[in-house]
T-cell receptor, first 113, second 113 residues
Framework: GDSVTQMEGPVTLSEEAFLTINCTYT??????LFWYVQYPGEGLQLLLK?????DKGSNKGFEATYRKETTSFHLEKGSVQVSDSAVYFC????????????FGAGTTVTVRA | NAGVTQTPKFRVLKTGQSMTLLCAQD?????MYWYRQDPGMGLRLIHY???????AKGEVPDGYNVSRLKKQNFLLGLESAAPSQTSVYFC????????????FGQGTRLTVV
């Protein structure tokens, strides 16, 4: 079945540093791609999404571009803040099975002041 | 997270005891999911439901049962708890359609001793 593989953590950064979290996917069709974020003690919430090739999702200074040629959906932020400390999950929704939502293992990001 | 309520939030069980986790939604979404989250393993799907009266197995269904007698509720049961079921459990909901986001509950932290 379709799946996602994301960069292992943990990642520790200083405030205002550049953040990249790699995510690649395996899919037979053209899935929808998502990034979810989990703040400490909370459930996951949608950060951004892209539904077709070359789409760019963006939110709260984060961006990710759906790259069909490299089957990737890397998450980036130019200048992180302490409040960005969280666990980030890449996710994929199979186009052939609407109900199926698969998550990567999650990447823990800690931003130090 | 608005719309998805999990009960209870914390529980300690002894090995062999049984319990039921309740997920209740007020968003009228068709799909409901139960995931478990363990360190280093991300989110793993236990069971899911695509509509009232239907359930299906996910990746790690052994030791769990589910029911969805009403559209708004999805119950996860542990008949005979084992220490390997110590985890954080998340319920998620999603409406039909590929671009829709999933909404998560706050999680239930279960410890089996």
């Amino acid at each position: 079945g379709d799946s996602v593989t994301q960069m292992e953590g943990p990642v520790t950064l200083s405030e205002e540093a550049f953040l990249t979290i790699n995510c690649t996917y395996t899919a037979t069709g053209y899935p929808s791609l998502f990034w979810y974020v989990q703040y400490p003690g909370e459930g996951l919430q949608l950060l951004l999404k892209a539904t077709k090739a070359d789409d760019k999702g963006s939110n709260k200074g984060f961006e990710a571009t759906y790259r069909k040629e490299t089957t990737s959906f890397h998450l980036e932020k130019g200048s992180v803040q302490v409040s960005d400390s969280a666990v980030y999950f890449c996710a994929l929704r199979e186009r052939s099975n609407d109900y199926k939502l698969s998550f990567g293992a999650g990447t823990t990001v800690t931003v130090r002041a | 997270n608005a719309g998805v309520t999990q009960t209870p939030k914390f529980r300690v069980l002894k090995t062999g005891q049984s319990m039921t986790l309740l997920c209740a939604q007020d968003m009228n979404h068709e799909y409901m999911y139960w995931y478990r989250q363990d360190p280093g393993m991300g989110l793993r799907l236990i069971h899911y439901s695509v509509g009232e009266g239907t359930t299906a197995k996910g990746e790690v269904p052994d030791g769990y049962n589910v029911s969805r007698l009403k559209k708004q509720n999805f119950l996860l049961g542990l008949e005979s708890a084992a220490p390997s079921q110590t985890s954080v459990y998340f319920c998620a909901i999603r409406s039909r359609g590929g671009n829709t986001e999933a909404f998560f509950g706050q999680g239930t932290r279960l410890t089996v001793v």
